[in-house]
């Protein structure tokens, strides 16, 4: 059974830093390209990164650009997003899963936010 479980987050000042972790299970997460999405409230979900199985350069939007790396260790098949100088507008909560077009069921995902 596949399933994406993430942990990690919490809250955080402006300017300050959080990672967050994505345990994979029931396939082998080398094989797949595999991706962070975020939802704030009221919001669409969007995608944040990706992080290629070929183990090309990481693909982030714009607004996370230098602030955001995206990683894996296909060893413990665990995805990882940290996240550096965080600001209110990054306050979502955070989800991983598979790239298209091999998504799965969304996990609960895990909640980040940024205030003072």
């Known amino acids: 059974q596949v399933q994406l479980v993430e942990s990690g987050g919490g809250s955080v000042q402006p300017g300050g830093s959080l990672s967050v972790s994505c345990a994979a299970s029931?396939?082998?997460?080398?094989?797949?390209?595999m991706v962070w999405y975020r939802q704030a409230p009221g919001k669409e979900r969007e995608w944040v990164a990706t992080?290629?199985?070929?183990?090309?350069?990481?693909a982030l939007t714009d607004s996370v650009k230098g602030r955001f790396t995206i990683s894996r260790d296909n060893f413990k098949n665990t995805l990882y997003l940290q996240m550096d100088s965080l600001k209110p507008e990054d306050t979502a909560v955070y989800y991983c899963n598979r790239a298209r077009p091999f998504m799965v069921a969304w996990g609960q995902g895990i909640q980040v936010t940024v205030s003072s």
């Open positions: 992080s290629w199985s070929s183990g090309g350069r990481p």
């Open positions: 029931g396939f082998t997460l080398s094989t797949y390209n």
